[in-house]
Nanobody, 124 residues
Framework: QVQLVESGGGLSQAGGSLRLSCAVSGHIGSNAVVAWFRQAPGKEREFVAAISRGGGSLNHADSVKDRFTISSDNAMNTVYLQMNSLQPEDTAVYYC?????????????????WGQGTQVTVSS
């Protein structure tokens, strides 16, 4: 059974940095895709970034491009989200999600496995 466990959330001032980690256990497939989503209070869950197994394909939402970077180890045991130049609007619960195969995209309904989330709060 696939399990995803996020860590690394916390409090940051505007302009600061945080690195989130997603520990992946279980067999998710040789063509797996892992993504980060976020959900702010009162808003829908939105796509942040995704990466294919081996890191050959990456995708970042326009709202975080040039500030956030997704990466993983080769075995995709851990997927990271490096967040720089954080802004108050980045405040949200950040979720890790995975699917066995498919596009490196933000289609929320295509992801089969989800973590419990980690809170990120950015103060101004």
């Amino acid at each position: 059974q696939v399990q995803l466990v996020e860590s690394g959330g916390g409090l940051s001032q505007a302009g600061g940095s945080l690195r989130l980690s997603c520990a992946v256990s279980g067999h998710i497939g040789s063509n797996a895709v892992v993504a980060w989503f976020r959900q702010a209070p009162g808003k829908e869950r939105e796509f942040v970034a995704a990466i294919s197994r081996g890191g050959g394909s990456l995708n970042h939402a326009d709202s975080v491009k040039d500030r956030f970077t997704i990466s993983s180890d080769n075995a995709m045991n851990t997927v990271y989200l490096q967040m720089n130049s954080l802004q108050p609007e980045d405040t949200a619960v950040y979720y890790c999600a995975a699917k066995p195969a498919g596009l490196v995209s933000g289609g929320r309904d295509t992801y089969l496995y989800w973590g419990q989330g980690t809170q990120v709060t950015v103060s101004s």
